[in-house]
């Protein structure tokens, strides 16, 4: 974070140059100091430049005061002229600094802000397909956009408070030497507002914590709805996830609402406070002048450092606040950012060969090399984990432990409600990492996939589902995000997925944009891209899981029939009931309850197993009912 646009490489994944160090997450306040070391050098500049801002508000009220008693009361016109020419320099070198000053600290908001959203990034590209099964994707989300900015915040009020602390320091100087009575009150005025406010900063922070949750509760619920529109409008359950979406932001706006009223009571307690504190210095001043003991330049003076000094006081409020705020946002951050991928390659790994059979232990599946091998399944989502197994993913079977609102959790119980949390993601920590090191049970070429770098697994065997998405851009990077291809590949892919009807959509063609999700597709042609996608890839061993669920009949033959074309002589696995496919496999295999009870080619399985008969019937029972729809 050195710059803008920040360098980060954290989280370490083996294709950086010059790795950065992994942010502190021992805790809270170590995060936030981890974070503040990494552009200390802009913060100390951003600091110094506001300290020359605030030289007009620092020496203007001693200046203005011995303009009063040397050029006016004194009579003499050469010292008013002399003390208005050191006003004036004052005020231009302030000036010139505050542009400095606003121009760096908006700097350090911006690479506080911007390296937190790519810290997330490389998170979630560390921890791929595991960190869903540990933390929440609304808190993932809050904390590469609203905890983000909470960290910018705070770089910019640490270099504001950093040199208001030291004007400050000054003023009291300042004062002290004219007097000791009205020094020693501006000297304390500030730390005995902060000790008033203290007391409330707790169950400010408390619910600060309460309106982080629900508001990122309120981003997973939006995401959720958002991804599956289609189906809640396919099964008319806009309603019930409307209502519950309406309910779960009231008691967002509820907890916001609850905050900002401790806020706004922090904020009374300043302007109470230093609305006192002037009064006092008037009332000691004005009396100081009737004995004597101080000039009208100086109680001039003292006036001025007394409205001046509600503005380091209000700042110091502010600092504790935001510093508040930042805590609660470096909690959930670290919740993410502590967490590590339990994947560890072995000492000397071992090559793999993906032109050899793959075979998995667990269900007894063989996939012989150089066929196209379809799994059928009467319940889909047993042979869409013998995918995952095949390509070395855990499997989603945990539900991520988010952060709970801790809603009228104070002391020792909210502790034991954040232990029980951190708990859980041990649990399910320790138990990735154990499933990951153990031996597989799936062998390529004899070689467990544990025996060999995961690197080397995901660029011998490539798996496609139904959950890949695609990524806000252009049709060539979606098709071919590394730019690896010729143009005559790319449209080879776009023409086996039958995805040509996307490239003519598109004005500009390869370079026509598409939305994030490829919202403006529909399902069919989403599927498609992302069938054009993996086949693009070439890999050794490719598996994918109802490749064709969304499209038509007629489509879905083509389709079928150009991928087996395209694939001839390498392995390929389709999980799917669809006859289509089925005419062009090579070997089909049969699972029930998670094992391979029946394989051979389709014709002699849906002459001689019932079992394998009655699912594909009845595939073929839903399909027709479809369409008659």
Aim: net charge neutral; glycine share 10%; aromatic share 6%.
């Amino acid at each position: 974070m050195q710059d803008f646009p920040p360098r980060i490489a954290t989280f370490f994944s083996g294709s950086d140059d010059a790795p950065s160090p992994d942010p502190d997450t021992r805790s809270p306040a170590a995060f936030l100091r981890w974070m503040l070391r990494q552009q200390w050098q802009v913060i100390t500049l951003s600091a110094l430049s506001c300290l020359l801002w605030l030289m007009p508000l620092t020496f203007g009220p001693y200046i203005f005061g011995r303009a009063v008693d040397d050029g006016i009361l004194g009579g003499s016109e050469s010292d008013l002229l002399r003390w208005a020419g050191v006003m004036l320099a004052v005020v231009c070198v302030g000036g010139v600094f505050g542009v400095v000053f606003h121009t760096l600290v908006v700097r350090t908001w911006l690479i506080g802000l911007y390296g937190t959203t790519q810290m997330v990034t490389r998170k979630v590209a560390q921890m791929g397909h595991v960190l869903p099964r540990r933390s929440p994707t609304g808190e993932v989300l809050s904390v590469s956009s609203s905890d983000s900015d909470e960290f910018g915040a705070l770089t910019e009020i640490i270099a504001r408070a950093a040199a208001q602390l030291v004007s400050y320091l000054t003023v009291a100087a300042i004062v002290l030497s004219m007097s000791w009575q009205l020094g020693l009150l501006v000297l304390v005025a500030a730390p005995v507002l902060l000790g008033a406010a203290l007391p409330l900063l707790r169950p400010l922070h408390r619910r600060q914590e309460v309106e982080r949750s629900r508001n990122s509760e309120l981003t997973s619920m939006a995401t959720d709805i958002v991804a599956g529109l289609r189906i809640l409008r396919g099964i008319g359950g806009e309603d019930t996830f409307g209502r519950n979406y309406a309910a779960q932001s009231q008691s967002a706006r509820q907890a916001g609402v609850s905050s900002g009223v401790w806020q706004a009571a922090v904020e009374a307690v300043g302007v109470l406070f230093s609305g006192v504190f002037l009064v006092s210095l008037v009332w000691l001043g004005t009396r100081q002048v009737s004995a004597g003991d101080i000039s009208v330049g100086q109680l001039v003076s003292f006036l001025g450092y007394g409205l001046f000094m509600v503005g380091p006081i209000r700042t110091f409020f502010e600092l504790a606040q935001k510093s508040t705020r930042a805590l609660v946002s470096a909690r959930k951050a670290i919740a993410i950012f502590e967490q590590r991928p339990p994947w560890r390659d072995p000492e000397v790994p071992q090559p793999l060969d993906g032109s050899a059979d793959l075979v998995d232990d667990l269900s007894g599946f063989h996939a012989r090399a150089g066929l196209l091998t379809v799994v059928v399944s009467a319940v889909p989502e047993q042979s869409a984990a013998l995918a995952d197994r095949l390509g070395r993913y855990l499997p989603p079977d945990t539900d991520p432990v988010g952060e709970d609102d801790g809603a009228g959790l104070k002391g020792r119980t909210a502790r034991r409600a954040r232990a029980d949390r951190e708990r859980r993601r041990a649990r399910i920590a320790a138990r990735d990492e154990e499933a990951a090191t153990r031996a597989w049970g799936v062998r390529l070429g004899g070689v467990d996939l544990s025996a060999a770098s995961l690197v080397d697994v995901r660029r011998q065997v490539l798996v496609s589902d139904t959950g890949s998405g695609l990524f806000a851009g252009t049709l060539q990077d979606a098709i071919d995000p590394h730019g690896r291809l010729t143009r005559e590949q790319a449209e080879e892919a776009l023409r086996v997925a039958n995805a040509e009807d996307v490239y003519d959509a598109l004005p500009e063609g390869w370079q026509g944009q598409l939305d994030e999700r490829g919202r403006g597709l529909s399902g069919g042609q989403r599927q498609r891209v992302v069938l054009a996608r993996a086949l693009a890839v070439d890999a050794p061993v490719l598996v994918l899981v109802e490749p064709t669920s969304a499209v038509d009949a007629h489509t879905e033959a083509r389709i079928a029939e150009r991928v087996s074309g395209l694939r001839r002589g390498r392995t390929t696995v389709v999980c799917t009931v669809s006859p289509l496919w089925l005419h062009h496999a090579d070997r089909v295999v049969l699972l029930q309850d998670g094992r391979v009870v029946a394989d051979g080619e389709h014709a002699d399985l849906l002459r001689d197993n019932d079992t394998y008969r009655g699912v594909v019937a009845r595939s073929l029972d839903d399909e027709v009912e479809g369409v008659s729809r």
